[in-house]
């Protein structure tokens, strides 16, 4: 009898070793399956430098009816897979290295003119214009705005420069989406109320001061201290860490305009029309009235155009790093 239990002791505490050694392995299985799987997924969301991750979603693009002009509505769903935008607008500083690395001549190069704002003469073509020069005359280097938005750059200069940094244009979509980071308003979180501090680089107080014959409304009682484009972040960031994304300079993104094409645009990752004769742009500038200052506010230019106000923002694709 005493052997017997003996013997079963001996089995029963071979089966508990065997228990704990097989819990074990598994559960250092488990733990080595988890940490690969943590790292999959983390390397699907490696962040680049100074850019931020823009989550997959559903949101509701362009305005009400009647909310706003004819080429905002209809609202309608998209559906985005998720992007990387950078954090920042590109600046004169960047660009230069572009420019020098590609011996790169930009459009406002070759054409020898390029848009600007001067005083008694408004918005026009002026002689020797270009990136370095937006009004023509001081570089901006010499005048310490090398780290303000490039200006002065046209559609396809900002491509060749998204591209050059294995980077793109963001479509339409991805923009809107981005800028309105969550809110369902078409409107930009500075208003008229909250001009009480900064939160713009807009048509503003100081900028009237400095061309007192603008014939457009300026943000009244409001005062953001630059007459022309400002350094990059000066400005708190919008709901998703993205910086000047209503005003400073206007963005271009990827997609041709149609005045129409929300009508009937793709529901999921639209990539605008497959053509046309302009290109749009989005989020305002130093140089903008207070009604082009919503989220689904759309403009538009050719390609080529070159314009003091125009700048540059670059996307990428979310993929496994």
């Known amino acids: 009898m005493i052997r017997h239990t003996t013997t079963l002791c001996r089995v029963i505490t071979m089966l508990l070793i065997f228990t704990f050694v097989s819990l074990n392995l598994f559960l250092a299985a488990v733990e080595v399956f988890a940490e690969q799987e943590s790292r999959d997924l983390s390397s699907q969301h490696v962040t680049p430098s100074n850019m931020v991750l823009i989550p997959a979603g559903v949101f509701e693009m362009g305005s009400p009816n009647a909310k706003g002009s004819a080429d905002e509505y209809p609202q309608h769903s998209v ?16 660009f230069r290295k572009f420019v020098k ?10 054409q020898g003119k390029a848009w600007a704002y001067v005083e008694g003469n408004r918005w026009t073509e002026v002689p020797g214009a270009w990136w370095r020069k937006p009004e023509g005359q001081d570089s901006v280097f010499a005048s310490r705005r090398g780290s303000h938005p490039v200006v002065t ?15 793109r244009l963001p479509t339409e979509a991805e923009w809107e989406y981005a800028a309105r980071a969550g809110s369902t308003k078409n409107v930009w979180w500075g208003t008229p109320q909250s001009a009480s501090h900064g939160v713009g680089n807009v048509a503003d107080t100081t900028h009237k001061h400095e061309f007192p014959d603008r014939p457009w409304p300026i943000l009244e009682s409001y005062d953001d201290q630059y007459v022309r484009t400002a350094p990059v972040g000066k400005f708190p960031p919008n709901a998703w ?22 009508a009937q645009s793709s529901e999921r990752n ?25 989220t689904g506010v759309r403009i538009f230019n050719h390609p080529t155009s070159r314009n003091a106000a125009h700048g540059i923002r670059c996307a990428k694709d979310a993929e496994r790093q």
């Open 101 to 110: 690395l590609h011996r790169y001549k930009t459009t406002a190069e070759k």
């Open 79 to 94: 559906s985005l897979d998720a992007f990387f935008l950078d954090t920042y607008e590109v600046t004169n500083r960047q």
């Open 153 to 167: 750059v046209s559609w396809l200069d900002a491509k060749q420069y998204c591209e050059s940094v294995g980077k």
């Open 270 to 294: 639209p990539q605008g029309p497959s053509s046309g004769h302009f290109k749009v742009l989005r989020g305002g500038s130093w140089s903008t009235s207070p009604e082009f200052l919503g």
């Open 241 to 262: 860490g993205l910086y000047d994304m209503i005003g400073n300079a206007w963005e271009w993104v990827s997609d041709w305009y149609a005045e129409g094409y929300y």
